[in-house]
């Protein structure tokens, strides 16, 4: 079985951007006045990219994903998502969350159809899609099976599925692995990989893990406390495909020091 | 082999609430004897069972207004609560002015106010209905709208994000989120709509195990009080019964439905 019908269909194109955000910024209004999240920010993510935010929490990053979704409108400034000024959920983009958020109540497949089926998609066409989709994540032969009856990290992989189905262009996720153990973390960081390169997706992900962050990302965004803004832009020099015994290497070594005195600088201030 | 029989029986579920029942006829009956209570206080047990017995046909008769009653005041209830719940869940505004005036409505005693609807609609069967209802509408909207609100932001983001429309949301996620509430409060009303039925014979009606329940204590006539009682609780359980049924059949994922093993670790 071949996974090149997965692929996006626009792989030879030069680096575009797909995202671009200029001068955003969000405030909360509540009760007790406004708590600013986001200071202004400007960020462009090209084509293809995989892209990752480290912050600590609270510093407006899931903010930041909820924008670009669509979910959340930016007090300033504006989002562009390939051209097009969002101003509502555009369903261009596939979104995980730290939880999978699988409905308990529908199949592993029909979890994964989700999406076909609020669009109108056709059913069929995207049906082997799905089954093509469970398969490259391994979970072949769990179609049939309720959300329950799988572990964490598959649960985590079927979210995955649901949020390539419709092949967007743009896959948000918002602490995927937050909530798996160590090990299966890291599993799921090569699989994560592993399916980027097959799918070519542009990758917008927030993670607390610095070696998270550098293992999967083409460059890594590191973020103040709140209100968030961009401290630093690192490109992850480090060639794909990466194996975990990049964890070792000097290179990806110096980096996640480099990323991690960001934050400790922070609490000594 | 017979000893694995009798293992297997006792085992099987629909055995265990039996053998209980036993036991406390038992001890019914032993404290009777023991404590020398009088049968115009608490008749014995095999008085109880021999009227049920001779009484059968009347008992039987008198049961279907009961159970008619119970029924409509029932579906009344889901068909009204339901959709209520809804509103309530969807609509803050329509939370703020409706729910408070609900929870007050509900401290209002019903059985004080059961006669009124003799006065409104006569002895037939309607004002029954009315008090089955008022009795089993309150739980059904109070767990649905527990169910129609619990669901998760993300869960409804996620739904957003796929630009689903309300009526996508509602059916996809929100609805069958809520259906484990929902019948939760189901069952609560089906009991409370037997003794909203009850009640509603009690206050005014010519028909239905109410009518035997006063008349019976009227004339002392105990063992016939304690055998329609006994009816009203099988009713009760029969109904509770049918509902878990349909459960069953309507969310087999849910948690309280799962026999299965996990398969995975």
């Known amino acids: ?269 | 082999m017979s000893k694995g029989v009798a293992h297997r029986l006792l085992q099987a579920a629909w055995l265990k609430p039996i053998l209980f029942l036993v036991m406390l006829v038992v001890v019914w009956d032993l404290s009777i004897r023991v404590f020398k209570i009088p049968p115009y206080q608490v008749p014995k047990p095999q008085d109880v069972i021999i009227t049920l017995y001779q009484e059968w046909p009347m008992l039987l008769k008198e049961t279907w207004p009961t159970l008619n009653a119970t029924v409509w005041g029932f579906l009344l209830a889901a068909a009204f609560g339901i959709p209520i719940a809804m509103l309530i869940a969807g609509s803050k505004t329509i939370e703020s002015y409706v729910y408070p005036l609900l929870v007050f409505s509900q401290s209002i005693p019903k059985i004080a106010i059961a006669p009124l609807f003799v006065v409104w609609f006569g002895f037939g069967l309607f004002p029954k209905v009315l008090s089955a209802f008022m009795l089993g509408f309150f739980p059904v909207v109070v767990s649905a709208v527990q169910g129609f609100k619990s669901v998760e932001p993300d869960m409804m983001d996620l739904a957003r994000a796929m630009e689903a429309n309300r009526w996508q949301m509602f059916r996809m996620v929100a609805l069958p989120h809520a259906t484990p509430a929902i019948f939760a409060g189901l069952k609560v009303s089906i009991t409370l709509a037997v003794v909203g039925a009850v009640v509603g014979e009690f206050v005014g009606s010519s028909e239905g195990l109410g009518v035997v329940l006063q008349r019976s204590i009227g004339n002392f006539e105990l063992p016939t009080m304690f055998a329609a009682l006994v009816i009203l609780a099988l009713i009760g359980v029969i109904l509770f019964w049918i509902i878990d049924l349909i459960e069953r059949f309507t969310i087999p994922w849910h948690a309280s439905q799962r026999n299965d093993l996990v398969i995975a670790a």
């Open chain 1, 1 to 269: 079985m071949s996974v090149t019908n997965l692929r996006a269909a626009s792989t030879s194109e030069a680096a575009r951007p797909v995202i671009e955000i200029r001068k955003v910024a969000k405030t909360y209004k509540t009760a007790d006045g406004d708590v600013p999240s986001l200071r202004p920010l400007d960020i462009t993510i090209h084509d293809g990219e995989f892209v990752v935010v480290v912050g600590q929490s609270g510093c407006g990053k899931t903010t930041l994903l909820k924008m670009i979704a669509g979910l959340l409108a930016p007090s300033e400034g504006e989002i562009r998502v390939e051209g097009h000024t969002i101003t509502k959920p555009h369903g261009g983009v596939g979104i995980v969350f730290q939880s999978a958020m699988l409905l308990p109540w529908r199949r592993v497949l029909d979890n994964v159809m989700m999406p076909v089926e609020v669009k109108g998609l056709p059913q069929a066409e995207y049906r082997e899609r799905a089954l093509d989709l469970l398969k490259m994540v391994g979970l072949e032969g769990f179609e049939k099976k309720y959300p329950w009856q799988l572990s964490g990290g598959m649960q985590q992989r079927v979210s995955i599925c649901r949020a390539l189905v419709h092949d967007p262009k743009i896959v948000l996720m918002d602490e995927p692995f937050g909530a798996l153990d160590a090990m299966t973390r890291e599993r799921m960081n090569v699989e994560l990989q592993r399916i980027q390169s097959e799918t070519k997706k542009t990758i917008l992900l927030i993670t607390h893990s610095i070696p998270e962050a550098v293992f999967l990302a083409d460059r890594v965004l590191v973020m103040t406390a709140r209100p968030g803004a961009i401290d630093a832009v690192y490109p992850v020099p480090l060639k794909r495909p990466r194996s975990i015994d990049v964890l070792s290497d000097p290179v990806f070594i110096a980096l996640t020091q480099k990323i991690r005195k960001h934050f400790s600088d922070a609490q000594t201030d």
